[in-house]
């Protein structure tokens, strides 16, 4: 085969294999491991058996093993989709737009937390494919929340549609 300074070299090209640390045919480039930003070593794509790692500042930033599971910040997803939110602080934001609509924080080494972050008056729905569960409505700003529980719309502290139970010291 030839390599990629003979090619250049003659001022030709070549349906050949070229031995650059890769494999180029006609049809695709055969990788040994890694690809890598030049002049940024620490900036990779990584290619290992069955597994595609993506690294920034020689840190493993996401993950897709050979199961299909997607890691982001750790190289063992144990899900679908694991997000490793390693330090507190750590968020996972989805958009509505250009806004943050709902965001997942590590609070602290046990406590998560999780915020509506459109508007002071926004509701936070937890429910099941029977449908309502825990409503918690914003009713602006410095002024608390309503939590629902069976109802979408709360106007009290607790405001509850259907039976309650209690057990316990009232």
Do not use: C
Not at 24 to 49: P, V
Not at 155 to 163: F, P, S
């Amino acid at each position: 085969a030839d390599t990629l300074q003979t090619v250049t070299d003659r001022g030709a090209t070549t349906t050949n294999d070229i031995n650059m640390d890769a494999v180029l045919t006609a049809d695709r480039i055969h990788l040994r491991s890694d690809l890598r930003h030049q002049g940024d070593e620490d900036t990779k794509l990584n290619f290992d058996t069955n597994t595609i790692n993506l690294f920034t500042a020689g840190s493993n930033r996401l993950a897709i093993d050979s199961n299909g599971k997607i890691g982001i910040g750790t190289a063992s997803p144990v899900s679908n989709l694991t997000v490793n939110l390693a330090t507190n602080g750590d968020t996972v934001g989805f958009m509505h737009g250009s806004a943050r609509a709902l965001e997942f924080a590590r609070s602290s080494f046990d406590d998560v937390t999780i915020t509506n972050t459109r508007s002071f008056t926004s509701l936070l729905a937890l429910g099941t494919a029977a449908g309502v569960g825990i409503n918690i409505k914003g009713q602006g700003s410095g002024n608390g929340s309503f939590v629902g529980i069976g109802n979408t719309n709360p106007i009290y502290t607790l405001d509850i549609t259907g039976g309650i139970r209690w057990s316990g010291n009232s």
